[in-house]
């Protein structure tokens, strides 16, 4: 079974720029995930979607970030204008369900650099 | 605000020690309990859950849950140098789902 597939692995881009991440989940997963993670800290949830609902999104800065999850497939993850404090790791991760008790698998992740 | 509280360490124990990892939660709501281990600059990968107060065994892991006192713990037994990695406490359950990720415990495990 693939695993959860993200593109790019690294990003270096100037603040105020624009970038985009993509995110295909395991087949068939219902839940997809994404995270931040900043280094040295955990991840923290940016938004999660049940096929191609928001069913959470209280952390997303909504000014810049945006992320869409198309036909309950993939998924994009957009930050425009970037800044200096969005370096970190961006985490894809899907899920068979939507409960509490669901398994989360992980991406590799998109490492993004602003400068 | 709800919050999953980890040691950050670093925790160095000896090859073949038990290696003890701990987590305070903050909602008493919460329903699952996951823990995750990250090698540097790799994603997390999932060693366990456990839903139910007590203990729960895999292999040489043992997760601990005492809901009352809102404690999670990881126990390692025999550990190895490739158990080095950080360890990450998750919890979820409470408010639509959520998962809240703790910062993560360092553990070296010296040969």
């Known amino acids: 079974e693939a695993g959860v597939a993200q593109s790019p692995r690294y990003k270096i881009i100037e603040k105020r720029q624009s970038v985009a991440f993509w995110c295909n989940p395991i087949?068939?997963?219902?839940?997809l995930y994404w995270y931040q993670q900043i280094l040295g800290q955990g991840p923290k949830l940016l938004i999660q979607?049940?096929?191609?609902?928001?069913?959470?999104d209280s952390q997303l800065p909504k000014d810049r970030f945006s992320a869409e999850r198309l036909k309950g497939v993939d998924s994009t993850l957009k930050i425009q204008p970037a800044k200096l404090e969005d370096s970190a790791v961006y985490l894809c991760?899907?899920?068979?369900?939507?409960?509490?008790?669901?398994?989360?698998?992980f991406g590799p992740g998109t490492r993004l650099t602003v400068l | 605000q709800k919050e999953v509280e980890q040691n950050s360490g670093p925790l160095s124990v000896p090859e073949g020690a038990i290696a003890s990892l701990n987590c305070t939660y903050s909602?008493?709501?919460?329903?699952?309990f996951f823990w995750y281990r990250q090698y540097s600059g790799k994603s997390p990968e999932l060693i366990m859950f456990?839903?139910?107060?007590g203990d729960k065994e895999d292999g040489r892991f043992t997760a601990q849950l005492n809901k009352a006192s809102q404690y999670v713990s990881l126990l390692i037994r025999d550990s190895q140098p490739s158990d080095s990695a950080t360890y990450l406490c998750?919890?979820?359950?409470?408010?639509?789902?959520?998962?809240?990720f703790g910062a993560g415990t360092r553990l070296f495990v010296k040969a």
């Open positions: 998750a919890v979820s359950g409470t408010g639509g789902f959520k998962t809240i």
């Open positions: 087949s068939g997963h219902a839940t």
């Open positions: 979607f049940q096929n191609n609902g928001v069913v959470d």
């Open positions: 456990i839903y139910s107060n």
């Open positions: 991760a899907s899920s068979p369900g939507w409960g509490s008790t669901d398994t989360q698998y």
């Open positions: 909602d008493r709501g919460s329903q699952s």
